[in-house]
């Protein structure tokens, strides 16, 4: 929803929206999703960040 109302207002090329949220409960919530202008090569781009996105995630030890 963020990241649909960003897109419509700033009509970027290339966006991507990314919560780091600390665990509760022992789940991690971690929400990611991107976009590209279809038909360009920031779609290709979009897909191949979401398909590695996160690969070499950050430990986070703040508690």
Do not use: Q
């Amino acid at each position: 929803m963020i990241m649909t109302d960003l897109i419509r207002l700033l009509r970027p090329r290339y966006i991507e929206v990314w919560g780091k949220f600390l665990p509760r409960g022992g789940l991690s919530i971690d929400p990611f999703c991107n976009y590209g202008i279809p038909g360009t090569e920031w779609k290709d781009f979009a897909r191949f960040r979401l398909l590695h996105h996160d690969m070499n995630p950050e430990k986070v030890d703040n508690r």
